[in-house]
Structures are given as C-alpha cells and as structure tokens.
C-alpha cells in the first residue's frame, strides 16, 4: 500500500465517524508514524509502505475514530511559534489563546525583566511563548494539576527556559509567592450546562477540571480575580480569558478588586476573549 492509499482509506474511516477535518488529521497521523513531516508525504506519496507502517497508522486512525483529538494521539501542540507537548489531562492550546500572546508583546514592547505570573499555566503554552519572545523576563506558573506542572517544566526544558521560569503546584488560593507586574490567566470559564453541547472530542478526553467554572461559569475567576489583586503590583496589567457572554460581570469583579479596565480584546471569530486591566 502507498501513502496516498493508506492516506484515503484513513480519510474515509474518520470521515464515516463524523471526525471534523479528516483530510488534515489523516496526513498528521501519517507524519507520526513516518516520523516525517507533511512536506515529506506531498513530495513522497507513491512511496510504498511497510505492513509495520501501515498497522501503526491505522491504530492511530482508529484511535481517533473513537475521538480522541490528534494532540493527545501525538501528545503534541503548535500554539504561537513552537511545539508544545501534552498528554491526556492537559488541556489542548487553543489558537484562539494566541491573541493573549500577541497582546503581551504590544503592551510590553519597551519593557525589560517584567516579572509575570500565568495562573492555571496548563502545558505553559501562554507563558513560555512569551518568555521565548522576551529575553530578559522572569515567569512564574501555578497549576493545581500535578500532571500540568510536570508537562510544563518538561516544555521549558525543552524550549531552554528552564532557568527563567518557576513552577508551582497549587490552588491560587493559597499561593503567596512574589509579587508580579503582570499576570495572566486562562481559568476554567464553562457553565456546567454548558457541557452538554461540547464537542465529543473535548467532553470525553479534556480535563473537565481546566474547563469547569461551576453553575455560572465564574467561580475560578472570581478566585482568580480576587488573588490576583493581591499578588499584582500597582499599575501591574492582568490579562484574563472569557467566555464571549461573560465580559460585563467579569468587568464588574475587576472593578470591584481594584482594577480598571483597559481593553476587551477579541478572538479571530470576532467573539470576546479576553479582558486586559491594570491595578490602580
């Protein structure tokens, strides 16, 4: 069998389980097992397949058939400009996230050895971009799960961060640690209804924990918000994701700690995303 072969019937497979983007998940899948990237699989697609090949791949294929999203079947994840590594109980960098990273570095364009915080750092994927981008800047993450911070740390390593960052395993509740000229966070923002219209791929396989937020979807933020208000420095900038339909109370808890709010920023589907305040 061929790649383009093998390629086709992956497509129909998942294609039949009603999998979004099977074309591109089929050819990544393939990448995995080949160890090659997609570039290879254009300029080799007549190269013939070994029996070895072609049972992995289709392992793979059948994996992802059941759901299960292509990050934790390769247990990796672009996000910005860098691969990041995950595992089942991370949660997936969301592209949409990029604008938190974007924002950061036009905020901070003139700034040097800023000391930043990532509340719920995950796979560190918002952290460790912008330390990549910003040389001289210090960073902190915090994270509940025991899995993200040791996903984290391996990501830093990987990304030779390691001396600049510091990972902590904790509730922010009770974190005391350092004060900070920016913090940022991602915090579970789903209303428990909600969870009811997730796609099967991030009901069934995501950490319910890092998407949670309780009945109305703001019981972490609200946490976040208050601890955050203690760790910031003054005139410190918090950046905070949201759910589109949360930002006139999320507003409201800020203002409510001290915070003005600066800007709403939105997301590329034109939906609001993230909140960015300062501490006044």
Request: charged content about 30%; hydrophobic content about 40%.
């Amino acid at each position: 069998m061929r790649i383009y072969e093998a390629i086709s019937k992956g497509v129909k497979k998942l294609k039949e389980c009603n999998i979004d983007n099977p074309y591109l998940d089929s050819e990544i899948l393939m990448s995995q097992v080949l160890k090659k990237d997609r570039k290879y699989l254009i300029l080799n697609i007549k190269k013939k397949l070994c029996i070895n090949i072609i049972k992995k791949y289709f392992d793979l294929i059948e994996v992802r058939s059941l759901g299960k999203p292509v990050a934790y079947i390769t247990g990796k994840k672009e996000f910005w400009n860098y691969e990041f590594k995950v595992k089942d109980g991370v949660l997936i960098p969301r592209p949409e996230t990029e604008v938190i990273i974007d924002q950061v570095l036009k905020l901070t364009v003139n700034k040097t050895k800023l000391n930043i915080l990532d509340i719920g750092v995950g796979s560190g994927c918002i952290l460790l971009s912008i330390l990549k981008e910003k040389r001289e800047f210090l960073g902190t993450g915090v994270d509940i799960s025991k899995r993200c911070i040791e996903i984290s740390y391996l990501n830093s390593r990987n990304m030779n961060l390691k001396n600049r960052v510091k990972f902590f395993k904790t509730d922010i509740d009770n974190f005391n640690y350092g004060k900070y000229d920016l913090i940022i966070s991602n915090p579970p923002y789903l209303k428990k209804l909600d969870f009811k219209y997730l796609d099967k791929d991030v009901a069934n396989f995501e950490p319910k924990i890092a998407l949670d937020g309780g009945i109305e979807g703001l019981s972490v933020i609200r946490k976040t918000i208050k601890k955050s208000s203690e760790l910031i420095k003054k005139n410190g900038l918090f950046i905070l994701e949201i759910a589109f339909d949360q930002k006139n109370k999320v507003k409201n808890l800020l203002r409510n700690k001290g915070f003005y709010i600066n800007k709403i920023l939105k997301d590329f589907a034109n939906k609001d995303r993230c909140i960015i305040s300062r501490k006044i």
